[in-house]
């Protein structure tokens, strides 16, 4: 297949016709790559199995991890989930966001979608370009993160062209992504709500809005996921570079003596302050140490560009598991397969 990459600007006149392509691509049953405020998405037609087949086919996704749906107004979600009240509490304060909340299905959404389950994901996004592709294609969008299922999320069209260029219809290149890192995932409970996936929706922030915000054990120990773990996406291997990855848990003066100490080649991913410390390795920048929004905005594409260092092994600091650090600590263990090394000596 033919893929068109058209860049696109949010508001533009002259983009109303790439919208009104885009949309007529997906309401045909086609897949169109948009840029989103967290990642990149994989669109097709929500309401159509057979178009939501080829978003598993394109990433080569398993069958049971299921999808989120967009929309480009809270209150379109009626057409096809139960929006309950708090729902709409969450939508006043977080919606258009990075926030993903789960919803009980109506019989509209195939379960190709769902990966078999009785709920489904919403999510309306605040990215001008994803608003205006929503809104003109008319109907909700199923969209996972545009990447081969298991490969670091894409935060530019160019990461999205890399693993799915000749998958798709359309890729619409709005630059590079905010947040770097997938929205904030909840499911909704009798006195409030469970965090089944962190984003730069912080717990704190949601229990302003709900009572009480239960942080799952997978969020922070993969393998607390189980067999059926609440939300299916969180127990692959995720996010991970080709070349092994490897946490180390220590401060800084321990983890540039931990690397010092290494024989072979090594990379090296390191906070700013710290990269004339490997100033001797090939190192990578994550980000201020004391910055959590610039290492999630980092933190996909050093891994992207990481395998290109031509190393055996490449280490990076294990994140703190508090909250400003909890999306990240959840995508760079997967990343790394859950191997940490304790690097005092
Ligand atoms: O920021 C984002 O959320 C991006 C952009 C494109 O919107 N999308 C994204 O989609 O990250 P994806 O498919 O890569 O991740 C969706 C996550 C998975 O962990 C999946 O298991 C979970 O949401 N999920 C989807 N539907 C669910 C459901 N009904 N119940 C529990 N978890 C669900
Ligand atoms: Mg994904």
Redesign the pocket.
């Known amino acids: 297949m033919k893929t068109e990459i058209v860049t696109v600007a949010p508001a533009g006149d002259a983009d109303k016709v790439i919208f009104q392509r885009a949309g007529e691509i997906l309401r045909a049953g086609g897949l169109v790559v948009f840029p989103?405020e967290?990642?990149?998405?994989l669109g097709a037609n929500a309401l159509d199995p057979a178009a939501a087949e080829k978003i598993f086919a394109a990433k080569g996704r398993p069958g049971d991890?299921?999808?989120?749906v967009?929309v480009a107004d809270p209150k379109d979600a009626e057409a096809f989930a139960v929006a309950t009240p708090v729902y709409y509490q969450l939508a006043e304060r977080f919606m258009p966001g990075?926030l993903?909340v789960?919803l009980d299905k109506k019989p509209v959404v195939p379960s190709t979608v769902?990966g078999g389950?009785d709920?489904?994901?919403v999510?309306c996004?605040a990215h001008p370009v994803a608003r205006a592709l929503i809104r003109t294609a008319g109907i909700p969008v199923a969209?996972?993160?545009a990447n081969l299922s298991g490969s670091p999320?894409p935060t530019s069209a160019a990461h999205a062209a890399a693993d799915l260029c000749g998958r798709v219809d359309m890729i619409l290149d709005g630059g590079e992504c905010a947040i770097g890192v997938?929205?904030t995932?909840i499911?909704l409970t009798e006195d409030g709500c469970v965090l089944?996936?962190p984003g730069e929706i912080l717990p704190r922030e949601l229990a302003s809005v709900v009572k009480h915000v239960h942080v799952s054990p997978a969020v922070l120990d993969p393998g607390a996921a189980g067999e059926h773990p609440?939300?299916?996406?969180?127990k692959y291997r995720h996010y991970a570079p080709r070349t092994k990855l490897v946490l180390v848990d220590a401060t800084s003066d321990e983890f540039a003596a931990f690397v010092k100490g290494q024989q072979g080649a090594c990379g090296v991913l390191a906070y700013t302050e710290d990269l004339d410390r490997f100033a001797d390795r090939q190192v990578m920048d994550l980000g201020a140490r004391e910055d959590p929004a610039a290492q999630m905005h980092n933190l996909f594409r050093v891994l992207r560009e990481a395998d290109h260092m031509q190393v055996p092994v490449i280490y990076a600091p294990l994140p703190p598991k508090t909250d400003e650090y909890l999306a990240l600590y959840n995508r760079i263990i997967r990343a790394a397969g859950c191997e940490v090394l304790k690097g005092r000596s």
């Open positions: 989103t967290t990642v990149y998405g991890n299921p999808l989120i967009h990075p993903t789960i769902t389950l709920t489904v994901a999510r996004p969209a996972p993160s999320s997938e929205s995932v499911r089944l996936r609440a939300s299916p996406g969180m």
